[in-house]
């Protein structure tokens, strides 16, 4: 149990275009997801909190226009990339708690974007 | 805010040799989380450390929460190939998920040597 779907895994965007990221919870519900940034050979870096429903919450230094969250359901969370740059081809990732009960994070499988 | 310090950044082991790797905190944390990425996937828990002091085996693997909730360490026994990847540790303030954020350790990459 506890599955986190993400799509796509791999994306090739223009610079300038859009580019949207899901993150779907399979077999449970999911209040809360959070977005992460990962470079080359380095940490997660928490981006942003999706709340279902409501507003999400960014990290500092993150722009919220830039990368637009929402949280329409409780199963699914979506990032979207604006105007995209090179220098936004990045590895995102995508969590959601495992359960009230059970600590920690299931991950989704993330997505390679690269902006050329 | 928190720091988490992961050590080592990386290491380099013969397959059947045993690794330790530990990460320590500025502050306290209530949970302790370890996971392991494989290239180009995303994190997978390991172990998961509620109590001070607790020391929980999965399979080839140990962690143990820290006394002073401020560090934590991971064992792996008997190495093999498919331990390669990136191990993260992370901490959490807050018990409830729901409410809490984990913070993230630089993860320590694991190569093993057939």
């Known amino acids: 149990g506890a599955v986190v779907s993400q799509h796509p895994s791999r994306v090739i965007c223009k610079s300038g275009t859009s580019v949207k990221i899901e993150c779907r919870s399979l077999?449970?519900?999911?209040?809360?997801m959070f977005w992460y940034r990962q470079f080359p050979k380095k940490s997660l870096m928490l981006m942003a909190t999706?709340?279902?429903?409501?507003?999400?919450?960014?990290e500092q230094g993150v722009e919220k226009d830039k990368f637009l969250i929402n949280h329409a359901s409780l199963t699914l969370s979506t990032l979207t990339v604006t105007s995209a740059h090179p220098e936004d081809s990045s590895f995102y990732i995508c969590?959601?708690?495992?359960?009230?009960?059970?600590?920690?994070?299931?991950f989704g499988s993330g997505t390679r974007l690269t902006v050329v | 805010g928190q720091q988490l310090n992961q050590s080592p950044q990386s290491m380099f082991i013969q397959e059947g040799e045993d690794v330790s790797m530990n990460c320590t905190s500025s502050?306290?944390?209530?949970?302790w989380l370890w996971y392991k990425q494989d290239p180009g996937e995303g994190p997978v828990l390991l172990i998961a450390?509620?109590?001070?002091?607790e020391l929980t085996s999965n399979g080839r693997l140990t962690a143990q929460f820290g006394i002073t909730r401020k560090d934590s360490f991971l064992n792996i026994s008997a190495s093999i190939p498919s331990d390669v990847g990136i191990y993260f540790c992370?901490?959490?303030?807050?018990?409830?998920?729901?409410?809490?954020?984990?913070?993230f350790g630089d993860g320590t990459t694991l190569t093993v040597k057939p």
């Open positions: 969590s959601a708690p495992r359960g009230v009960s059970d600590y920690g994070y299931t």
């Open positions: 077999d449970f519900q999911a209040t809360t």
């Open positions: 999706s709340n279902e429903g409501s507003k999400a919450t960014y």
């Open positions: 502050s306290i944390f209530n949970t």
């Open positions: 450390l509620y109590k001070a002091g």
């Open positions: 992370a901490g959490q303030l807050l018990r409830s998920t729901n409410a809490g954020k984990s913070t």
